[in-house]
């Protein structure tokens, strides 16, 4: 894909329960970088690809917990998942499910060609299985029967599967990361996995499940015994959603190579080492970047669906705004990084950055707009004063500030975007204090309070474009009011939450 299409996937979410906080951190982070792009290139040449991952004995036995069929439980759960993507303005261009035919066939049609070309194999597998986490364990990484990862109890397994042979490409694919610095993200997580990859021997990948202990997945097309791993199946969707095999296996796609998959780093391995495999075997061109962010945790422990410590954006969103929400995930916590989730937090941020910051400055201006000019914009000052030009410079500044912030090498550092916007603001209030254009009215001081209120206008302007990818509704808002050469005040954006009160 050329430097002028974008293509951007998030994780293909277990409908096993509702979508928390973390889920909707990875697809805000990624509607944020769709509608950047979508500015910039054009909607036409952005894809924002999302979905839900339907198989495995996770759903089975949450369906069998809740007494649905699997197909009706996934049915009724992808609902919430889609309700809360257009709850929270995320853009997405497609939604994938796994059980979809367009996806199914292409996941046999994709596990043929490589069974064809000898690179999935029949073999005995005798060892531990962890359900929650849907992995293999063998008897030397496992110690009293618990999940290495997640210490939950594992179950012993001994059964004929197939295998994809991921230590045939092993060598390849340190070569390729250690040529391709951008392919993985962070920098940490890359030097993580290729150490991983220098210092482990690959096993080679089970790639099924015997029906009789699972039958919910897609079946083997050379073995009607075996359903096929869910982890295989549904990385496939990148590709499958996008693009098609010829008859000869060739396959093609307007949007394929990716230019980003995000995801938290608790599934970079599956991406990182898996994906690239599969994608090499099947002879596909590698993304350009697998990125890794951070974990939201509740106090010490990673907010869980399976630890049941979850908090609902749905609630949050529905209290404290939309673009609140957005604000808070896409400001508190540096891509790439962990941190805490608090309301507290989030009305701290509420009262000052949303209330006292942007909020007061759209209003303050818009107000004395309407009352020293009749609500009309008045002109550009012929001879701005040394403050007002820093303060343009700083607004002229900001689309390169921001271009330069949102690109693999800088870690795509939304927090660091919005705290540029910020400064802008902060600059912009200082000076309101600074200038007393009230006084400026009561000594007739007429051009200057022109060029004075012209700058902040355009200022809240700047800033309302700016802040349309992070939030779209407020900057939708500020441009109703003041996008126009006649000012159209409406109500304060984000008024001040009283937490005095709110405790009581
Ligand atoms: O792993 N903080 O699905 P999943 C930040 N189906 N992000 C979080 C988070 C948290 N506390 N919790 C979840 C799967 N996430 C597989 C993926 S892809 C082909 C298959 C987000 O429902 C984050 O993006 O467990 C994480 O990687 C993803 O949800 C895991 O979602």
Same mark, same amino acid.
């Given at each position: ?11 293909? &979410? ?33 894809? /924002? ?27 009724? !759960? ?38 064809? *070309?000898?690179? !999935? ?39 004929? =599967? ?14 390729? !990361?250690?040529?391709?610095?951008? /392919? ?5 997580? &890359? ?7 220098? =210092?482990?021997? @690959? ?18 097309? /050379? ?29 093609? %796609? ?16 599956? +991406? ?6 599969? @994608? ?12 890794? +962010?951070?974990?939201? #945790? ?10 049941? =410590? ?8 529905? *209290?404290?705004? !939309? ?51 009749? %609500?009309?914009?008045?002109? $550009? ?45 902060? #600059? ?15 000594? =007739?001081?007429?051009?200057? @309070? ?12 700047? $800033? ?21 050469? *006649? ?18």
């Amino acid at each position: 894909m050329s430097k002028d299409k974008f293509y951007i996937t998030t994780p293909l &979410y277990y409908v096993n329960s509702s979508p928390h906080i973390g889920h909707s951190y990875t697809n805000i982070a990624a509607d944020c970088l769709a509608r950047y792009m979508r500015l910039n290139l054009g909607k036409e040449n952005v894809r /924002f690809l999302t979905g839900t991952d339907e198989h495995g004995q996770k759903i089975q036995k949450a369906a069998d917990a809740s007494g649905l069929s699997a197909q009706d439980f996934t049915d009724k !759960i992808v609902v919430q998942f889609k309700e809360l993507w257009s709850g929270l303005n995320v853009t997405y261009d497609d939604f994938i499910r796994t059980t979809e035919k367009r996806h199914v066939d292409f996941v046999q049609r994709s596990i043929q060609i490589l069974f064809d *070309k000898g690179d !999935i194999a029949e073999g005995k597998y005798e060892g531990w299985y962890c359900t929650p986490c849907e992995t293999f364990w063998l008897d030397a990484q496992v110690s009293d029967k618990a999940c290495p990862d997640c210490k939950r109890a594992l179950e012993r397994i001994s059964e004929t =599967n197939y295998f994809f042979k991921l230590s045939k490409y092993q060598e390849w694919l340190v070569k390729y !990361i250690e040529s391709e610095k951008d /392919f993985i993200r962070p920098v940490s997580r &890359y030097n993580e996995v290729l150490s991983f990859l220098k =210092n482990n021997r @690959l096993a080679d990948l089970c790639i099924s499940r015997p029906k009789q202990r699972l039958n919910w997945g897609i079946e083997l097309p /050379f073995s009607k015994d075996h359903v096929i791993y869910v982890w295989f199946d549904a990385l496939l969707n990148y590709i499958s959603a996008v693009g098609q095999f010829d008859e000869r296996g060739k396959y093609t %796609s307007k949007w394929w190579p990716a230019s980003l998959h995000l995801m938290a780093k608790d599934i970079l391995r599956q +991406h990182a080492v898996y994906w690239p495999i599969m @994608l090499k075997a099947l002879d596909i061109q590698m993304p350009k970047t697998v990125f890794a +962010h951070g974990w939201w #945790m509740m106090g010490e422990s990673k907010m869980s669906k399976s630890l049941g =410590n979850v908090i609902s954006p749905v609630e949050m969103a529905g *209290k404290y705004g !939309i673009d609140t929400f957005r604000y808070f995930l896409l400001r508190d916590m540096p891509f790439g990084l962990d941190g805490t989730f608090s309301e507290e937090a989030l009305v701290k941020r509420f009262n000052s950055d949303l209330a006292n910051d942007l909020g007061n400055l759209v209003y303050r201006t818009l107000t004395m707009a309407e009352k020293y000019f009749d %609500s009309v914009v008045p002109a $550009v000052s012929e001879k701005p004063k040394a403050r007002e030009i820093q303060i343009r410079e700083k607004l002229d500044g900001l689309p390169e500030v921001i271009s330069l912030e949102l690109c693999p090498e800088t870690n795509y550092n939304f927090s660091a975007c919005l705290e540029r916007i910020w400064e802008l603001i902060a #600059m912009a209030n200082k000076y309101v204090e600074e200038v007393k254009p009230w006084s400026l009215a009561k000594e =007739n001081k007429a051009e200057e @309070l022109k060029g004075f209120i012209r700058l902040l206008v355009d200022v809240i302007r700047g $800033v309302a474009l700016s802040l349309r990818p992070f939030m779209p509704q407020t900057a939708e808002s500020i441009l109703e009011q003041a996008g126009t050469d *006649k000012i159209n005040k409406g109500k304060p954006l984000f008024p001040r939450i009283d937490t005095k009160s709110a405790d009581k």
